[in-house]
């Protein structure tokens, strides 16, 4: 893995936790040493609208700080989904909630039912932990220990179990 | 307040809040707007921790008035500000430059021009930051191009603006104001803080704007024993409105005079690349970032290339900028914008180099791919 420089995008609606689960993935890649540079890109409204995260992760200098080739698109929106589908190269997995996109079965296409099973965990905002654990399981990026790690030092402990738990479910049920 | 220190991983707007305090910054006035909203976000909350002030204004005209108020009172003072905000920010920025109040004003430029794509990034204000306020004046204006430099350029913002006594502008952009990444943060001990000169003479017949022989007088804070009289009229050097053409020819000289003469004070560039190429990239800003990876990506496919970065906006790099057009073949300037500092680049060309503009102003950044292709179209 080494000299390789990852690029991971975290697309989908306001309000869904993208930025705070591309910094924690960043986090997580600074605690391990490696560099990482996390963007976002968002519309006037801070709900609602179409926002995303990217976040690239090299063990070299990382110049440009935004995701020109992808690794891993994540779409929790059709928007997000749209927006990547035809600029991405073929071989860039395109994580998408299969709840709310209709996908177009491109060959890295990997569906996988983000908000059923966040409803199923018992609490939306774990939403985040969830795909990050989806997002790790395809692009291992960063170790998921680093991951909880993070995790473990930022959140509350009131909030902690839970998306800890929703981690390990996102990271286990992806095939 | 908990200083951080060494290994960090923040947000550009944060890191210029820490650079900030770190400077010496005890007041903050401002009126929040993206993508600048999280300098006073932090700032609210960090100031009243250390004894400082922070106070909300009502707009963007009396947000730089309250700090160039507070920095007369002895207040390193500093607000940030973007797009509609720097706009009514101009006419007292002129006064600040005129009157030799420091001040540091963030500006994390953003789409334009109005309200625009307000969340977009934007390199659209390198010349409103020159010129935006009347008059000939001069102006120190600082490109930050990442987390790291966003606290080191506001701490070096503080000091070249104490030093010479004239605002400084911090011109980031979205990107680089959001961005989050790593940053060393040095102890407070290893940071070489500078602050203005207080006077030497005795307080009778003081008069505040009689300048040393670096052209800088020494203007006392409010409420000393030395008398001190800012106005933003012609004034001499008693600071009191004086109206004669000489007066007036004799101070905008000197302003302009503290500044060129001390260029290589101010003037910071980086050179990244082969010291010879063909092609010379000039960026500055998040573009300079995607210049970077271009020259490594066209290293890659046989193609010679470097990058002049300016560190410095104003004044401009003429020196570092004519020895890149000495050198290169061709050079490029990529900018998010129509073309701004490629005119000063074609200004200080005296050898018929040719220029390429390379521009975006759709909201997106400019990216390595776009950059490479235009070197590989001016190559051929």
């Not at chain 1, 905002?125 to 998921?144: E, Q």
């Not at chain 2, 430099?149 to 104490?162: G, I, M």
């Not at chain 2, 004519?322 to 005119?343: D, H, S, Y």
């Not at chain 2, 220029?355 to 235009?374: A, H, K, T, W, Y």
Request: charged share 20%; with cysteine; hydrophobic share 40%.
């Amino acid at each position: 893995m080494a000299g390789k420089t990852w690029q991971i995008v975290l697309a989908g609606t306001g309000g869904q936790g993208l930025i705070l689960g591309g910094v924690t993935l960043a986090k997580a890649a600074v605690l391990e040493g490696k560099n990482a540079v996390q963007t976002q890109t968002y519309g006037i409204q801070s709900r609602g609208g179409y926002s995303q995260s990217e976040v690239v992760i090299s063990e070299e200098d990382v110049y440009f700080p935004k995701c020109d080739r992808p690794d891993l698109v994540l779409a929790l929106s059709q928007q997000g989904y749209e927006r990547y589908r035809t600029i991405v190269a073929d071989e860039c997995i395109i994580l998408y909630d299969q709840d709310v996109v209709k996908n177009t079965k491109r060959s890295h296409d990997v569906g996988y039912p983000f908000s059923t099973r966040v409803m199923d965990i018992g609490n939306v905002k774990a939403i985040n932990s969830l795909f990050l654990g989806s997002v790790l399981k395809l692009c291992p990026v960063v170790s998921i220990e680093s991951l909880t790690k993070v995790l473990e030092d930022s959140l509350p402990a009131k909030i902690l179990a839970i998306n800890l738990k929703a981690l390990n479910i996102g990271y286990e049920e992806i095939g | 307040m908990i200083r951080p220190y060494g290994v960090q991983f923040m947000q550009g707007n944060e890191a210029c809040v820490y650079g900030a305090i770190d400077a010496g910054a005890r007041f903050y006035g401002g009126y929040p707007i993206t993508p600048s909203s999280e300098i006073a976000e932090l700032s609210a909350e960090l100031l009243p921790q250390v004894d400082g002030i922070f106070l909300q204004m009502e707009d963007e005209i009396g947000s730089i008035a309250t700090i160039i108020g507070a920095s007369a009172a002895g207040k390193k003072s500093y607000t940030a500000t973007s797009g509609p905000g720097f706009s009514l920010m101009q006419e007292n920025l002129g006064m600040a430059v005129y009157a030799e109040v420091p001040i540091v004003l963030i500006n994390i430029q953003r789409n334009g021009p109005s309200t625009a794509l307000a969340t977009r990034p934007a390199q659209g204000d390198v010349m409103q930051s020159r010129w935006g306020t009347h008059g000939d004046h001069p102006i120190i204006v600082l490109s930050p191009a990442s987390v790291q430099e966003c606290y080191d350029l506001t701490v070096r913002a503080f000091n070249l603006s104490e030093k010479y006594r004239i605002p400084v502008i911090l011109l980031g952009d979205e990107v680089i104001g959001h961005m989050r990444e790593s940053l060393i943060i040095p102890e407070l001990d290893e940071l070489k803080i500078i602050n203005r000169k207080t006077p030497s003479a005795p307080a009778e017949g003081f008069k505040p704007y009689t300048p040393g022989e670096d052209d800088i007088p020494a203007i006392p804070p409010y409420g000393t024993d030395h008398i001190v009289h800012i106005s933003s009229s012609c004034h001499d050097e008693s600071g009191y409105s004086h109206n004669a053409p000489q007066t007036a020819d004799k101070l905008v000289r000197r302003l302009h005079r503290k500044i060129e003469n001390n260029k290589t004070d101010i003037v910071q560039v980086e050179w990244f690349g082969p010291d010879d190429a063909e092609v010379t990239l000039i960026a500055y800003g998040v573009v300079s970032r995607a210049a970077k990876q271009a020259v490594i990506d066209a290293q890659k496919e046989g193609l010679s290339v470097n990058l002049l970065r300016l560190i410095t906006q104003w004044p401009f790099a003429d020196e570092q900028v004519r020895e890149a057009l000495k050198k290169a073949k061709a050079v490029i300037v990529p900018e998010l914008n129509l073309g701004q500092v490629v005119l000063e680049v074609e200004r200080t060309n005296s050898f018929k180099t040719p220029v390429f503009p390379l521009s975006r102003i759709d909201g997106e950044i400019i990216l390595p791919s776009q950059i490479v292709e235009r070197i590989k179209e001016v190559l051929k």
